[in-house]
């Protein structure tokens, strides 16, 4: 048996055992050509879809070597950090001089640590209250705050909240000022 989509097709035999005219070896011909470009748009078609589902599976291990990776940057920027904790407890007879100094020199490591890695402080003493930025823990009348503060506004930080990117990583504990 034969099969059409791989097999030209036979030549058509007109009635009577005549030669095919050249009408019909023109049609034949078209018929092989089409079908050999059908042939080539289909094997098109088949690369074309390997190589959408090799970018696929390439981009979801991208995706997912990034999720792996993507504190290795803040971790490093941190051991920093922990080597001067670390040293600060292996002082024999540490002087409150030299912890205050140690100390602010730690601090200073953390914050450019934060900085290099776009982490910023919100402590909104005085700013209009935003509920998406802080989180209320209380409210003061207006009229006894010092020195005086607007409705709304944040009297008093008693917790510093920190950005990441503009998207907040912990909202600020404040107190607000009433209407």
């Not at 989509?5 to 089409?34: N, R």
């Not at 700013?127 to 930025?133: L, Q, S, T």
């Not at 207006?142 to 909240?161: D, F, I, R």
């Amino acid at each position: 048996m034969a099969d059409p989509q791989t097999d030209p097709p036979a030549m058509p035999q007109p009635p009577g055992g005549e030669a095919p005219s050249a009408a019909g070896v023109d049609l034949v011909a078209e018929l092989a050509a089409a079908l050999a470009r059908a042939d080539d748009f289909y094997d098109q078609f088949v690369r074309a879809r390997a190589d959408i589902e090799n970018i696929r599976r390439r981009a979801q291990d991208d995706i997912a070597k990034a999720h792996k990776f993507a504190v290795e940057g803040f971790a490093e920027s941190l051991l920093p950090v922990r080597d001067s904790l670390e040293m600060a407890l292996a002082v024999n007879a540490p002087t409150l001089d030299s912890l205050r100094e140690g100390v602010t020199a730690t601090l200073r490591q953390l914050a450019t640590a934060f900085e290099r890695n776009r982490i910023v402080e919100l402590n909104p003493v005085g700013e209009r209250f935003d509920p998406n930025r802080h989180q209320a823990i209380s409210t003061v009348p207006a009229a006894g705050t010092q020195p005086p503060v607007a409705p709304n506004h944040v009297v008093s930080v008693l917790q510093k909240g920190y950005l990441i990117s503009d998207r907040v990583l912990r909202p600020a504990l404040v107190v607000v000022a009433q209407g």
